[in-house]
């Protein structure tokens, strides 16, 4: 069923559940804000620095706000839609420029300059050289002409060459901006009972814990981890259908996601996309599922597991201007912009598989929670060579009350250690992994969260991240870095409030 017509049976049927309970409407806004000031210290020789990937030394901003809107008309259809300051909201192509050459218009131009001195040329010389003076003058006619044609050929080839040699006027670039409005997610939920709902429209990857609980208020750390944000191991969010519901299995909460997807807007493996991919074909959408065991055991135990796979095009286009004429003695070419083409290639095309497991534990007041992560991105144009990740981390914190000074007040001391490694970074040029001197990076946090009042908290932190780095002895890429050269140090404060 073409994607239009899915998502267009969902609304309708959300339309026409909103019409039997619309007495029952319930419209809610909330959301978090927060602000954050940092300093950072590292080499001025690091190559993060040099790529831009390290943010300067100091710096205060407002880092998020995001507003939900909720609308739950009757029991069974939910609205829901945020509304957030972000990054990367917005993506422009501008496709690259370069000059073609247009033959058949270019031999005429040489044609009328030079042809008939040519031919004449020919024929001079072969009416007065033996053994050809003797031939009749129709052949001789016959045999300048191929001489000519032969030789003007021979010329408008070399300037192809010429031409097609020079550089682009201008290669295919991408704009991203710094901030803006996007939409984390907007989708409707057809709720039919606790083991079968739908969801259509655009959602958060339910992928592990940090990737749906990214709310500011609700996370321990300043600095979430890198593979749920810089070098992500699941899309953030996509646009599709999305099945998902719980049951009770021997007293114990078993819940499920499954859905069908654009997948993942781009290759690029710091890229930060709120758009996916338009497919092509069926291999094209994308599919995953996670499920989530809650136990009782303790104060609170969860295991989850997640799937995903999916493809990843991207194109380039070229717009190419012909040559239709070029001044033989000069050679410069002249150009006719009205006969303009513009090509569309395919710059990448490769298959992602990502999985994943996650867990929480939660026992009087102390908090453990890990995830790990692996994504395999497998090149489709060129003979299925394979990059991997493999990312882990592990967050331990316990909450202290300070009922002593605010009934509300409470401190969470909290340690974190990150892990990500790749290989086969020259296997997937559109990752833009080869030109960088590193297979990967550990990070080490340490802070306190402060709980003031039941909405707003102040976090302190500390972060080393420490890189591993890969030294070559020649080549465009030799080096010499140690670990300290490549160490990347801050400090953070982030006061949050939810409303």
Not at 86 to 114: C, M
Not at 115 to 122: D, I, M, P, R, V
Not at 126 to 138: K, V
Not at 224 to 246: C, D, H, L, N, R
Request: with cysteine.
């Amino acid at each position: 069923m073409p994607r239009t017509r899915v998502y267009h049976f969902f609304f309708v049927l959300g339309a026409v559940a909103t019409a039997i309970h619309a007495d029952e409407s319930a419209f809610k806004a909330y959301g978090f804000a927060d602000v954050r000031s940092y300093d950072g210290w590292y080499s001025q020789d690091n190559f993060l620095r040099q790529y831009g990937i390290v943010a300067p030394n100091t710096g205060l901003f407002v880092d998020h706000v995001n507003t939900y809107f909720d609308w739950k008309p009757n029991p069974n259809v939910r609205f829901l839609a945020e509304v957030a300051l972000n990054r990367d909201p917005a993506k422009i192509t501008y496709p690259g420029q370069r000059i073609g050459i247009d033959s058949t218009s270019v031999y005429s131009s040489v044609y009328s300059q030079v042809g008939t001195a040519t031919k004449s040329g020919f024929l001079a010389y072969l009416q007065n050289t033996a053994p050809y003076s003797s031939l009749p003058s129709p052949f001789l006619e016959h045999l300048a002409d191929s001489l000519t044609q032969d030789t003007l050929a021979k010329t408008v080839h070399g300037i192809g060459q010429a031409i097609r040699a020079k550089e682009a006027l201008q290669n295919p670039s991408t704009l991203r901006k710094d901030h803006g409005i996007s939409l984390p997610r907007v989708h409707l939920d057809i709720l039919v009972n606790d083991e079968l709902n739908f969801r259509v429209g655009k959602f958060i990857t339910p992928a592990g814990i940090w990737n749906v609980d990214h709310g500011s208020p609700a996370i321990l750390t300043v600095r979430q981890p890198y593979q749920t944000t810089f070098i992500a191991m699941f899309p953030e969010s996509q646009t599709g259908v999305q099945a998902f519901g719980k049951n009770v299995v021997m007293d114990q909460d078993l819940s499920y996601m499954g859905w069908v997807s654009t997948g993942r807007g781009g290759l690029d493996v710091t890229g930060s996309y709120d758009y996916g991919q338009d497919p092509q074909n069926l291999d094209d959408w994308a599919w995953g599922s996670h499920l989530q065991l809650d136990l009782s055991t303790l104060d609170g135990i969860r295991l989850g597991g997640t799937f995903h796979t999916g493809t990843i095009r991207e194109t380039e286009e070229w717009a190419t201007i012909p040559v239709t004429s070029v001044d033989v003695p000069t050679q410069e070419p002249t150009t006719d912009l009205a006969k303009t083409t513009i090509q569309t290639t395919q710059s990448l095309y490769a298959r992602e598989i990502c999985y994943g497991l996650d867990t929480k534990i939660r026992w009087n007041k102390l908090l453990v929670q890990g995830e790990w992560n692996h994504r395999k991105v497998i090149n489709l144009l060129d003979g299925d060579k394979e990059t991997e990740f493999n990312s882990w981390y592990i967050l331990v914190s316990r909450t202290i009350p300070l009922d002593f000074l605010v009934k509300t007040f409470e401190v969470a001391p909290y340690v974190m250690h990150e892990s990500i490694g790749w290989t086969g970074a020259d296997n997937n040029r559109g990752l833009y992994l080869s030109g960088i001197p590193m297979e990967g990076f550990q990070t080490w946090i340490a802070g306190l969260n402060f709980g003031i009042y039941s909405n707003v908290r102040l976090k302190l932190e500390y972060s080393h991240v420490g890189i591993d780095e890969v030294n070559f002895s020649t080549g465009e890429l030799a080096n010499t870095y140690t670990p300290s050269d490549l160490a990347v140090e801050e400090l953070d404060a982030q006061l949050s409030v939810a409303f």
